[in-house]
């Protein structure tokens, strides 16, 4: 029986569970590119729809082929790392808790209740829990990634960019696709959909997804209480759309969700070999030996309602209202290891056993009302005002080697924002200026109750924080020719003030101030007149004041919240797309990002009990200075590229797609140390394939080609413990459309 208030996710994931079995019916197509019309490129980034070479803004789009090609072995959100220039995706959660970086800005903290520079805005609601921003991609029109302060028109939370997500829209005119690919471990990604007109103006769409793996890591430990096996994982999603049409009068009803099973991120004790960044003796991919806990599971749902009128002559209003919520219940053993001594060193080695989890719980309401002018001349407005509030429950269970809970801490968030806005543009012949304000406010109240470890401090204690802040931004543009534009930016962001409440193991809550940012950036985007050949090249430079960092470890071995008395960074950018010849397409885009941390009274504690090498000078108290070190997870070059090629071969095509990404070195943390210093990666793929002129395809595919493996991140707990990328998969697909 299923209750009224369960209902809407029961009824949801039975169409799901539907549609996940569509691609064994052979419907599919390509994914709709509804970023390419015409072989130009659309964009959002300014909230409307424009030329990217018109938009004084860093953005790369992935849409169609490229987005299916990157995804097709059941990766997760994870997946566009590395795929635009200065972006890295990394989690120590598996598939529940994606932490983005751009141009190194980012924030490795570990909490529930972080929040990041990275804004996602997912069907245009933005995502504030790291949790809600791991909702799959599928069905896309495209990914726009905007690089830079978005402060102005996407709001707080922005300073490093915004990762704009588009799901495939309801149309006028029936089909859709589905696809299936089965490959190693058991490997299966699933994805369809449908939709069409209703009548009446109304139209809909439906799409599903289904992703899984066998579990292929194998656990050595012969006592405890971990899993004998992991790594394995079932995702199911869907999301159900209804458009109405009627004169100057639309409106988008959007229900989407996902049942997640699986494994927590395994942490690997000993897996970095000391001295080195290099794995340990004895190391196997395919092997752990952990004693803990290990299970995942997140349930997730939300709704969204697009609302639009248009005043003839005038302008249109627009009303986007949402609410997402979520429920994730994750337990991991943090130590990653089943031998405990000292020195904690060696493959398995930890220094005491750590096994935690908890079940969190954000939920998230959000109203924008924007207006939007016609063209007056040449003169265009655009402006509203804004509203979020989250509601975020989560506690920290912790287990004794018997399996016992030893440990509760409630925690009970509320954090809500307001913002208002406005914005325009004015075009004379070549030139076009743009600038835009807005407001906003912040207000944290964070609850801490429950039984800790030793806490640091009475229970139960709440903390508060809030702030305003007064962000903007002013370009130009101007037309070189019909097909080269030259563009300068300026522009500021801002993080709202954060509070960490980590209490046990003596510690106490912590505030970090708002932090701010100030970028400038110009380049220049074009192309060429018969659409072979597209360009975007730009150079930047941002400084972020009061950066808010999370320091791990130290006298009470918990973590904090502190802010640096500024960073900054710098670098150029470049994508490219080129058509030499018939069949042949080529894509490119690459980045140099600098970042350094600029506080000569900021220090950290280091690994403790001897087992890493600190590169740091050290103070007197023994503490790293970390001025003039890397943002962690910061590589100086991110690169990649793609090609494909095609002979025709019937009424078809028989044809190759590969592709690459490339980062270099990253630091895990805010101190360097030898072992800490993560090798450069590059990971490729590659698909062959024939393809009908009716829209079936069938080709084999490989993803990671060359089976490297790296350590990605690590965790700052007394062992060498490191977490390791995606393996090689094998395999087979199968797309046909309608």
């Not at 959007?254 to 991120?265: A, K, V």
């Not at 398995?348 to 056993?353: C, G, Q, R, S």
Request: proline share 4%; charged share 20%.
């Amino acid at each position: 029986m299923v209750s009224r208030r369960g209902a809407p996710r029961a009824i949801l994931l039975s169409g799901i569970a539907l549609m996940a079995a569509i691609p064994s019916l052979a419907i599919a197509a390509d994914a709709p590119e509804a970023a390419i019309e015409d072989g130009d490129i659309i964009v959002t980034a300014t909230r409307r729809e424009e030329l990217a070479k018109d938009v004084p803004v860093a953005v790369t789009v992935l849409a169609g082929e490229k987005l299916d090609v990157i995804n097709s072995s059941g990766l997760d959100i994870r997946v566009l790392s590395a795929r635009t220039p200065s972006l890295l995706i990394e989690s120590s959660f598996g598939r529940t808790f994606p932490r983005f970086y751009i141009r190194g800005l980012g924030n490795t903290d570990f909490d529930p209740n972080a929040a990041q520079p990275v804004s996602v805005v997912y069907d245009d609601v933005a995502l504030e829990s790291p949790m809600l921003k791991s909702f799959p991609v599928f069905d896309l029109a495209n990914v726009q990634v905007l690089r830079g302060p978005q402060g102005t028109l996407f709001g707080r939370n922005t300073p490093a960019g915004v990762v704009k997500i588009d799901s495939a829209k309801p149309s006028d005119s029936f089909g859709g696709y589905g696809s299936v690919s089965w490959g190693t471990y058991n490997t299966v990604n699933a994805e369809a959909a449908v939709g069409g007109p209703i009548g009446e103006g109304l139209s809909f769409r439906i799409s599903g997804l289904l992703q899984r793996r066998d579990d292929w890591v194998e656990n050595d430990a012969t006592a405890g209480n971990a899993d004998d096996e992991f790594e394995g994982y079932r995702d199911l999603a869907g999301r159900f759309q209804l458009a109405y049409t009627s004169g100057d009068f639309n409106a988008l009803w959007n229900i989407h969700g996902r049942d997640l099973n699986g494994t927590p991120r395994i942490f690997r004790a000993g897996a970095i070999a000391q001295g080195s960044n290099h794995f340990a003796p004895g190391f196997d991919k395919d092997h752990v030996a952990v004693d803990g806990f290990t299970s995942q599971d997140l349930k997730q749902w939300g709704t969204n309602l697009h609302l639009d009128y248009t005043f003839d002559g005038v302008g249109t209003l627009y009303s986007i209202t949402a609410y997402e919520r979520a429920k994730v219940d994750s337990t991991g053993d943090i130590d990653g290891g089943n031998i405990y001594a000292f020195p904690p060193l060696g493959l398995n080695v930890a220094l005491f056993p750590s096994n935690t989890g908890g079940i969190t719980k954000p939920r998230e309401f959000s109203q924008e009302l924007r207006f939007a002018t016609e063209d007056m001349g040449g003169l265009q407005f655009q402006g509203g005002g804004y509203y979020f509030r989250q509601k975020l429950f989560y506690n920290e269970l912790s287990y004794t080697t018997a399996g016992a809970i030893d440990g509760n801490v409630v925690h009970r968030n509320i954090n809500e924002n307001y913002g208002i806005f406005a914005s325009g543009t004015y075009t004379v012949d070549a030139l076009t200026l743009r600038a835009g304000v807005r407001y906003s406010h912040d207000k944290r109240r964070d609850f801490v109750g429950g039984m800790g470890i030793a806490p640091g401090v009475t229970l139960p204690v709440t903390t508060r924080a809030s702030d305003d802040n007064v962000s903007w931004d002013a370009s130009a543009t101007y037309a070189l020719n019909d097909q080269v534009n030259v563009y300068a930016r300026f522009a500021t962001g801002y993080l709202g003030p954060a509070i960490q409440d980590r209490v046990n193991f003596g510690g106490v809550p912590t505030v970090a101030s708002k932090q701010t940012t100030i970028s400038g950036e110009a380049g220049f985007k074009g192309a060429s007149a018969d659409r072979t050949l597209s360009f975007s090249v730009n150079g930047y430079w941002w400084r972020t004041k009061d950066l808010q960092l999370t320091a791990v470890g130290g006298a009470v071995n918990t973590a904090r919240l502190i802010n640096a008395e500024k960073a900054i960074g710098y670098g150029a950018e470049l994508d490219v797309m080129f058509k030499p010849v018939d069949g042949l397409e080529l894509t490119a885009g690459g980045s140099y990002n600098f970042t350094e941390i600029r506080d000569n009274n900021l220090a950290v504690a280091p690994c403790g009990s001897g087992q890493c090498t600190v590169t740091d000078p050290l103070n007197a108290a023994g503490l790293a200075i970390l001025d003039g070190n890397d943002l962690p997870q910061a590589p100086r070059w991110i690169a990649n590229a793609t090609a494909r090629y095609a002979i025709p071969v019937g009424s078809g095509e028989v044809f190759a797609y590969t592709d690459w990404a490339y980062r270099s070195r990253i630091n895990y943390f805010l101190y360097t140390a030898k072992e800490f210093r993560g090798r450069a990666s590059l990971e490729g793929g590659l698909k062959v394939g024939y393809k009908t002129a009716d829209d079936l395809e069938i080709a084999a595919f490989a993803r990671n080609i060359t089976n490297q493996i790296r350590i990605v991140s690590a965790i700052d707990f007394n062992n060498l413990t490191g977490m390791i990328n995606e393996p090689r998969i094998l395999g087979v697909s199968v797309r046909k459309g309608f």
